[in-house]
């Protein structure tokens, strides 16, 4: 591009602040929109990951009260949401769990939205929630390891995220004692 020279184009006046505003508008509208996509990602991320998080421990009997705490105390710890907003997003994911047919719907969400260490996280929550009670049954295992392969989480990954929720308990019950 050598010899080629750039053109400013300079606007006077009263047109010049009249592009300039359009810009700036045209750039808060852009903002506003990103803005508006990134509250329904995280809306739609939270709603999934409670459905799937309710699938998991539903597999086999209904939800019991043990595994209905630690998923309130999931979503207000780990997602800062109040006693209300959490309640209310637990009964919408158990009606979307309940209508699932496979785990595909839900991982394949989880897969737009989140990254690497976002899935592992989905995957160590799914733990947390079926070890709530301290039992843990062949058909929650096999949920979790087929949810985990769809989340692209490894069986080493898996494995290890299991250890480790079995150690926090064993290092609560430690210090409880």
Do not use: C
């Amino acid at each position: 591009m050598a010899g080629r020279k750039s053109t400013v184009i300079v606007v006077p006046g009263e047109s010049g602040r009249v592009m300039f505003g359009s810009i700036k508008a045209f750039i808060s509208r852009a903002i506003e929109d990103a803005s508006q996509r990134k509250n329904v990602e995280q809306r739609e991320l939270l709603i999934v990951t409670a459905a799937l998080l309710i699938h998991v421990a539903t597999v086999h009997s209904e939800l019991s009260d043990i595994r209905r705490a630690r998923l309130h105390a999931i979503f207000k710890s780990h997602y800062g949401l109040d006693d209300a907003p959490t309640t209310q997003l637990l009964v919408n994911a158990d009606a979307l769990a309940r209508s699932a047919v496979d785990l595909y719907r839900f991982t394949r969400r989880l897969n737009e939205l989140l990254d690497d260490d976002g899935r592992r996280r989905i995957v160590q929550l799914m733990w947390e929630t079926v070890y709530a009670d301290q039992r843990v049954n062949e058909f929650e295992e096999n949920l979790i390891w087929r949810a985990a392969d769809l989340l692209g989480v490894s069986s080493r990954q898996r494995v290890e995220l299991r250890q480790r929720v079995i150690a926090g308990i064993k290092n609560l019950a430690a210090v409880s004692a």
